[in-house]
């Protein structure tokens, strides 16, 4: 009786442009059946060596399935096996199908004698294979491999950001919003704080944003302000909302990569848990309090804002009574300490 054959799990095809080829001078990949292609190589002319050796741009990939696992169909990145016939599994399914004792090509079924061989052709396919950044737009030229592009976007410096205002749509980087927060909203924006540090803000009804810069790696006064431009920052939204009997202030970190920071307060590295302390204090006879001084330590919530503000009720508020304004006091600001805790 002979085994019906495993019907094959169709897919629609998906095509892939603006690729581009880069030779990797740091491979130290070898494979014995690439000798020939070698030798055949340096007996070519040198005008055609030359050609063969630099990066083509816009190519189009008609069928980006080629480029995937045959079995979990993520993208191939090597190690990468072949069986005989030459259909390509990755490294993980590879270890997997030979770990169920099978030993048969998970297409054409065909007997896998001494097991899966590296496909070192292969792998340097995908690795010469570059696409751009898919935050290009907002200022990223990078061009990582096809199969390490979603390993760079969830790193890339240059991910957007959203706005949080009320119908605005503007996304980009945290440098780019500070200066759309600025000239478009007009909101209270401070760029020269640094992380470690007590500053003195004050802060208006609504939101009140600032820009931390490293504390190592930035410098003093003038050299500060340029320095920051092109260190990692990080952007803080300081929200003052009116409360009945009190202003609460909550401290928001707009972040491009809220999954690593998410994976960061559950005991990742990826990112460094963010805190922040905040200090009110007021003195003298201005109001009915003749001394008043409040601190907290909390944690700061990170978002990218684009699924719009987070629920005041997940984040720490800091309330401030209203009892403890006097009559001269500015009624639309407070003046607060503040330093962000790494």
């Not at 892939?16 to 070519?44: I, K, N, Q, Y």
């Not at 990170?302 to 009624?331: A, H, I, R």
């Amino acid at each position: 009786m002979r085994r019906r054959p495993r019907p094959l799990v169709k897919r629609r095809k998906k095509m892939v442009s603006t690729f581009s080829f880069e030779e990797d001078e740091d491979s130290d990949s070898v494979e014995e059946d690439e000798d020939l292609g070698a030798a055949d190589s340096l007996h070519a002319p040198p005008d055609v060596r030359a050609r063969t050796s630099t990066a083509v741009a816009n190519v189009t990939v008609g069928d980006a399935d080629a480029l995937e696992c045959g079995v979990c169909f993520l993208a191939l990145r090597p190690p990468i096996f072949q069986c005989e016939v030459g259909h390509v599994v990755c490294s993980a399914c590879r270890d997997k199908l030979e770990a169920t004792g099978n030993g048969n090509c998970h297409v054409c079924r065909a007997a896998t004698r001494g097991g899966y061989r590296r496909c070192y052709a292969m792998e340097r396919l995908v690795d010469c294979i570059r696409v751009p950044c898919p935050y290009a737009a907002h200022g990223c030229d990078a061009t990582p491999p096809y199969h390490g592009q979603e390993s760079h976007r969830q790193v890339c410096p240059h991910a957007p950001c959203h706005c949080p205002g009320d119908s605005c749509g503007f996304i980009g980087s945290e440098t780019a919003l500070m200066d759309h927060f600025a000239g478009a909203h007009k909101w209270p924006c401070t760029t020269k704080v640094r992380a470690g540090e007590a500053f003195s803000i004050r802060l208006r009804d609504g939101f009140n944003f600032f820009l931390l810069a490293d504390h190592d790696r930035c410098g003093d006064g003038e050299q500060a302000a340029v320095t920051c431009c092109s260190v990692p920052c990080r952007l803080f939204l300081l929200n003052v909302m009116k409360e009945r009997l009190s202003r609460a202030i909550s401290v928001i970190c707009i972040h491009p990569h809220t999954s690593s920071a998410a994976a960061a307060n559950n005991g990742d590295q990826q990112l460094p848990l963010t805190q922040c302390e905040l200090v009110f204090s007021c003195y003298g006879d201005r109001s009915s309090c003749r001394s008043h001084y409040q601190s907290s330590v909390f944690r700061v919530v990170c978002t990218d804002l684009s699924s719009g503000l987070p629920n005041p009720e997940n984040c720490f508020q800091f309330f401030v009574p209203n009892t403890v304004f006097g009559v001269g006091d500015d009624k639309n600001s407070i003046q607060i300490k503040a330093r962000i805790i790494n």
